[in-house]
């Protein structure tokens, strides 16, 4: 399944962005769909995930209380609400396409990414 991300941009601490993974591929709807961030001189970090019916979703620490992911069946899609962003998600997202939440860090499809920069 090709993925493609976008909604990435620069904002200021405190902001917040919608980052969207959507696919025109009819599959989509038959994947988890996760989300994971990379910094500079950084490894990948797992964000957060949502099952295909939408009814099982994981964040990771960086996105707990600030992050929600959702899914919108009709547009093959899933978003990325983020809220009170800091300088320190600062970093480029991708989305990752998987059977199952639990497995999403082994997926393998992956988007081509979006940069996220947050300032001060």
């Known amino acids: 399944v090709q993925l493609q991300a976008s909604g990435g941009g620069s904002v200021q601490a405190g902001g917040s962005l919608r980052l969207s993974c959507q696919s025109s591929d009819s599959s989509f709807s038959t994947y988890a769909i996760g989300w994971f961030r990379q910094a500079p001189g950084k490894e990948r970090e797992f964000v957060a995930a949502?099952?295909?019916?939408?009814?099982?979703?994981e964040y990771g620490d960086p996105a707990k209380g600030r992050f929600t992911i959702s899914r919108d069946g009709a547009k093959n899609a899933v978003h990325l609400q983020m809220t009170r962003l800091k300088v320190e998600d600062t970093a480029v997202y991708y989305c990752a396409a998987d059977p199952l939440v639990v497995t999403m860090k082994f997926a393998e499809y992956w988007g081509q990414g979006t940069q996220v920069t947050v300032s001060s």
């Open positions: 949502i099952s295909r019916n939408g009814h099982k979703i």
